[in-house]
Each structure stands twice: as structure tokens, then as C-alpha cells.
């Protein structure tokens, strides 16, 4: 959501105001984000209560460049972890569900560096 009122921008979505200056109502606005940010922490997780997410992996929080913070799967190994500080992108990465069918999960991967110009 957008505070036209501010100009804040926060995640996820709510009607109760605007986080930043309070503002409610029509100021309070849904807006895409872009899907790439920074790294901020990460941690592997090695239990997890459902046997539909099978550990271990890796959850990371992420600064996204629109300002939000959020926290989500790291489409990284767990013994590789990517560096705090790392640019991200979101990504679609494959998993398998319950009855076998493709689906994907939104993940965050290592951004991948431009190639050089000459």
C-alpha cells in the first residue's frame, strides 16, 4: 500500500492507516512492487512443524528497493548462504506438491551481476 498523504509505502496490505503518519481511508492505496532489494538477515531452518515444507532451508528478510521489509524463502542452498548486504531479485521456483503436480513458490534469489560494457 501507497499513503498519498506521506508517501510511505508498506507491506503487506492493511485498512487500519497509514504506519508511518496515520492516515486512513481513500490516501491508502495498493501499488505494485518491484521484486528486487537487499539482503538484511538470513537464517536456515532445520525443524519445521509441517511435513509439506521439508527442512532444511533458508528464510531471508529482504529490503525491497520500494522501502518494505519483508521476510521470505531464499532460493539458495543451505550451506551457501549469500552474504548480508547482497542484492536480490524475487524469482518463481519449481517445487513438487502433495499430489505430485509442478507448482512454484515466490522466492529470493542472488541478483545476478550486469555484464560489463565496453
Do not use: W
Not at 52 to 59: K, L, S
Request: contains cysteine; proline residues 13%; glycine residues 8%.
Amino acid at each position: 500500500m501507497r499513503c498519498d498523504a506521506c508517501g510511505y509505502v508498506f507491506f503487506p496490505p492493511q485498512n487500519l492507516g497509514c504506519e508511518q503518519c496515520g492516515t486512513t481511508g481513500s490516501a491508502l492505496r495498493p501499488c505494485q512492487l518491484v521484486g528486487s532489494g537487499t539482503l538484511m538477515a538470513r537464517v536456515t531452518v532445520h525443524l519445521h512443524a509441517k511435513p509439506e515444507r521439508p527442512a532444511p532451508f533458508v528464510i531471508g528478510t529482504v529490503r525491497l528497493d520500494d522501502g518494505p521489509v519483508v521476510r521470505m524463502l531464499l532460493d539458495a542452498p543451505p550451506d551457501t548462504l549469500p552474504p548480508i548486504g547482497s542484492p536480490m531479485v524475487a524469482v518463481l521456483s519449481p517445487v513438487a506438491s502433495e499430489e505430485g503436480s509442478r507448482v512454484h513458490d515466490l522466492r529470493f534469489s542472488l541478483a545476478q551481476p550486469a555484464p560489463l560494457q565496453e
